[in-house]
């Protein structure tokens, strides 16, 4: 949670206990591999963290990743300082892939090394990493990038594997998420936010039928206002 902790449960979610060994009050995204091994990355909007932590026992303790240890304390200028979404290759737990706000990195093995993939254009992993996802088959990898830049590879190890999709629109986003479908591997959804329509507002889905190659609006496309919408949140209207 952001608040600090890790919970787990023991019975189906029932009841959670707190674990507190983290050396960091933001904790922002974790992930399980095939083989059990589970990741935790640290820092989120509300301030920076330390790293990735792994645990091979389901949770009950956790390790510091050595590669991951940050260095500045305001965070802006170190790799691991924002870790905002870690996943694995579900063919192969040992190949990790970390989003932080300095770009992509990967490990190929189980977290014990790093390196950033170069891209073509370089620019596009030099912006923050935002998102990723696999498709609904887990063949394919895709990676949200600041702006307007969404990529995607078969063989995401290799950087130079990666492919920049094509998005029909013009929004320089602040914020992009990606989903895809469990049942049909060729779809791939895009939200975005802020841009023209304003910071941390809605800014339109997009959806992709060719296994993210090209985006194109949903048709018709949702409402970027309503009066039961509020961005910041509240306890009202449920």
């Given at each position: 949670?952001?608040?600090?902790?890790?919970?787990?449960?023991?019975?189906?979610?029932n009841?959670?206990?707190?674990?507190?060994?983290f050396?960091?009050?933001f904790?922002?995204?974790?992930?399980q591999?095939?083989?059990?091994?589970?990741?935790?990355?640290?820092?989120?909007?509300?301030?920076?963290?330390?790293?990735?932590?792994?645990?091979?026992?389901?949770?009950?303790?956790?390790?510091?990743?050595?590669?991951?240890?940050?260095?500045?304390?305001?965070?802006?200028n170190?790799?691991?300082?924002?870790?905002?979404?870690?996943?694995?290759?579900?063919?192969?737990?040992?190949?990790i892939?970390?989003?932080?706000?300095?770009?992509?990195?990967?490990?190929?093995?189980?977290?014990?090394?790093?390196?950033?993939p170069?891209?073509?254009?370089?620019?596009?992993?030099?912006?923050?990493?935002?998102?990723?996802?696999w498709?609904?088959?887990?063949?394919?990898?895709?990676?949200?990038?600041?702006?307007?830049?969404?990529?995607?590879?078969?063989n995401?190890?290799?950087?130079s594997?990666?492919?920049?999709?094509?998005?029909?629109?013009?929004?320089?986003?602040?914020?992009?998420?990606?989903?895809?479908?469990?049942?049909?591997?060729?779809?791939?959804?895009?939200?975005?936010?802020?841009?023209?329509?304003?910071?941390?507002n809605?800014?339109g889905?997009?959806?992709?039928?060719?296994?993210?190659?090209?985006?194109?609006?949903?048709?018709?496309?949702?409402?970027?206002?309503?009066?039961?919408?509020?961005?910041?949140?509240?306890?009202?209207d449920?």
């Open positions: 949670t952001t608040s600090g902790s890790v919970y787990r449960s023991t019975n189906g979610g009841e959670w206990t707190p674990i507190d060994n050396g960091t009050a904790i922002g995204c974790a992930t591999a095939t083989n059990g091994d589970m990741y935790m990355g640290t820092g989120e909007s509300e301030g920076p963290g330390n790293g990735i932590y792994k645990s091979t026992d389901r949770g009950l303790t956790w390790s510091h990743l050595a590669a991951t240890a940050t260095t500045d304390l305001i965070g802006r170190d790799i691991w300082s924002y870790v905002v979404k870690i996943t694995t290759d579900p063919s192969n737990p040992s190949k892939f970390a989003a932080t706000h300095l770009g992509l990195y990967i490990s190929s093995d189980a977290g014990v090394t790093w390196a950033k170069s891209f073509s254009p370089p620019a596009v992993n030099g912006t923050g990493c935002e998102d990723m996802t498709s609904g088959d887990g063949t394919r990898l895709f990676v949200a990038f600041g702006g307007n830049s969404v990529v995607y590879s078969d995401p190890s290799d950087g594997s990666y492919k920049i999709t094509t998005v029909d629109s013009d929004l320089n986003s602040s914020s992009q998420r990606l989903a895809t479908s469990a049942a049909d591997p060729s779809i791939v959804y895009l939200a975005k936010s802020g841009g023209t329509v304003g910071f941390g809605f800014g889905v997009w959806k992709s039928i060719d296994k993210g190659e090209t985006f194109k609006p949903i048709d018709p496309a949702p409402p970027v206002t309503s009066p039961s919408w509020d961005i910041a949140g509240s306890d009202r449920g």
